[in-house]
């Protein structure tokens, strides 16, 4: 199984800050990663697939890039309906599995 | 936009057996783009994944639950449902029903991109 690593495993942030997510897998896995955001009490909503591609109505403050073994989400601008848990998660192969999340708090 | 809702007891004995149903709207559980999955999220825990299953009824299940799992769908009702055997305490979690849809313009593959509201079901002794 592709092991699923998430970096840090909580941040504090202000809103109007640059916030980065840093998700690594244990093999290669292409650019076969999706982007979770959870609220919570909260439905999962993914935000991007493909490592990068904005599902569709996913504001554009939020951006992802990389790709083969270590993946970044990007926030530009945090706002305040951002503050939540996210996970990241890949596809390239069953079984599905997903970092260990990554909770952005309010400073 | 397709929506899942899923139904069923928030209570189950242990030994006994979970049984969930997802309703599926705004689009057909017989689309061949897509697959239907089921995930859990113990309380204040990550997310696992289950299993998905296939219009058709081709299944593929997660290794650890493979020999307590049953997936089935039923396309007249628009519907896919999870049953889970010899549940003990440890399978106490919020239950998500999700859509797989095919990545068809980027790398290929099947990803998570609608997800249910979710499904509480707390195993007591």
């Known amino acids: 199984d592709v092991q699923m690593t998430q970096s840090p495993s909580s941040l504090s942030a202000s809103v109007g800050d640059r916030v980065t997510i840093t998700c690594r897998a244990s093999q290669d896995i292409g650019s076969h990663l999706v982007w979770i955001q959870q609220k919570p009490g909260k439905a999962p909503k993914s935000l991007m697939f493909?490592?990068?591609r904005l599902i569709y109505g996913v504001p554009s403050r939020f951006s992802g890039t990389g790709s083969g073994t270590e993946f970044t989400l990007t926030i530009s601008s945090l706002q305040p309906e951002d503050f939540a848990t996210y996970y990241c998660?890949?596809?390239?192969?069953?079984?599905?599995?997903f970092g260990g999340g990554t909770t952005v708090e309010i400073k | 936009q397709v929506q899942l809702q899923e139904s069923g007891p928030g209570l189950v004995k242990s030994s006994e057996t979970l049984s969930l149903t997802c309703s599926v709207s705004?689009?057909?559980?017989?689309?061949?783009?897509?697959?239907w999955a089921w995930i859990r999220q113990p309380p204040g825990k990550g997310l696992e994944w289950i299993g998905n299953i296939y219009y058709s009824g081709a299944a593929s299940y997660s290794a650890s639950l493979k020999s307590r799992v049953i997936m089935s769908v039923d396309t007249s009702k628009n519907q896919f449902s999870l049953n889970l055997s010899s549940v003990t305490a440890a399978d106490t979690a919020v239950y998500f029903c999700a859509r797989r849809t095919g990545d068809w313009v980027a790398v290929g593959g099947y990803y998570l991109d609608s997800w249910g509201q979710g499904a509480l079901v707390t195993v007591s002794s």
């Open positions: 998660q890949q596809y390239e192969s069953d079984p599905l599995t």
């Open positions: 493909a490592a990068y």
């Open positions: 705004g689009g057909s559980i017989s689309s061949t783009s897509s697959h």
